[in-house]
């Protein structure tokens, strides 16, 4: 188990969707993180306390999570001094990246000496079988995105917690290191082997009372040249009977790939729906959660009424406002 709180770490981290990790610890179990460290160049903010290494250890912290989500989930050669203090003054290290904490001699030499852990979230630690694309009972609703980091773990988790307080039987399953170090359990689906991707997610989302609800987490998109991959196993591994389209307004282009256009909704529900039809032909789109972060609360009101007026879907920031709309459409 991996020892709670936390000293969130930020590194250098360019941009606050870079610290993704991070921004989804605080805003989803704020109790568990006692403050942040951040490097010189580092433009995220978590609205948390600055700490040193010591001061994060006298304020009651167990483990150092990396809370950066970088491109090719790497761990920069800047942190590694930042790391192997943390293990000397007493803190375990865990991290979701690609690049595993147990691969770096240096750290793994430390950690033993210390007689610390390093938690590598991004392993699978189940021999997933080869999906069967056989109908299990319960209900089941994939948040898609029109990319990445638009909001569709937030989306799922809102969804959870107002289906769960209207007494729901209803289960968020995570797909990603942030969903993982959140719940504590899930599927690190982008460390699976390709193959077995949509087992993985059959056997995160089984056979269930029919009145059940399982809210899987999005990953990637399927307009993303580089994670679309990822998204399709989602979507045939999860057979949803729901989607709901997820998006940030305003994005000119794919994250990481300027030269790749951001796509319509429209476009979004009609593939995401082709896709979702091969192995289960009754998935409807039943809402639109959008992530209205960089607007004012005026606009971010103007523009969701404008979406569902164009898409005649319910339209909402759940995180902003609520799922409860979202719900109602499920319901």
Not at 156 to 175: H, P, Q, Y
Not at 249 to 273: C, F, I, V, W
């Amino acid at each position: 188990m991996i020892q709670t709180p936390y000293l969130l770490f930020l590194g250098d981290a360019p941009d606050a969707l870079a610290a993704k990790v991070a921004q989804g610890i605080k805003d989803w179990r704020p109790e568990l993180a006692v403050g942040q460290l951040r490097l010189e160049g580092c433009n995220a903010d978590m609205g948390l306390a600055d700490l040193t290494i010591d001061e994060a250890v006298k304020a009651g912290a167990k483990t150092m999570v990396i809370g950066v989500a970088n491109r090719g989930g790497v761990i920069s050669g800047s942190w590694k001094n930042v790391l192997k203090s943390a293990l000397d003054a007493g803190l375990d290290l865990a991290s979701g990246l690609h690049n595993h904490l147990n691969d770096e001699p240096e750290l793994t030499a430390l950690a033993q000496r210390e007689g610390r852990m390093l938690h590598d979230v991004r392993v699978p630690s189940v021999s997933y079988p080869i999906a069967n694309g056989k109908k299990r009972s319960g209900k089941r609703c994939l948040a898609v995105g029109s990319d990445c980091s638009v909001g569709k773990m937030y989306t799922a988790l809102c969804m959870e917690r107002e289906m769960r307080a209207r007494g729901m039987k209803a289960t968020f399953r995570a797909t990603g290191q942030t969903g993982i170090l959140v719940t504590g359990s899930g599927v690190p689906l982008d460390a699976v082997v390709a193959d077995f991707m949509a087992g993985a997610i059959e056997h995160l989302t089984p056979d269930n009372e029919p009145d059940h609800w399982d809210l899987i987490e999005g990953q990637g998109s399927l307009f993303h040249p580089s994670y679309s991959g990822v998204t399709l196993a989602l979507i045939h591994g999860g057979q949803p009977d729901a989607l709901i389209l997820c998006d940030e307004p305003n994005r000119p282009h794919m994250r990481g790939l300027p030269e790749y256009k951001a796509q319509s909704l429209e476009l979004l529900r009609d593939t995401a729906l082709t896709m979702a039809h091969i192995v289960n032909p009754e998935c409807r789109v039943t809402g639109i959660a959008l992530n209205t972060s960089a607007m004012g609360e005026a606009e971010a009101a103007d523009y969701a009424a404008r979406i569902e007026d164009q898409m005649g879907l319910p339209t909402v920031d759940p995180y902003r406002h609520g799922a409860a709309r979202l719900v109602d459409a499920l319901e």
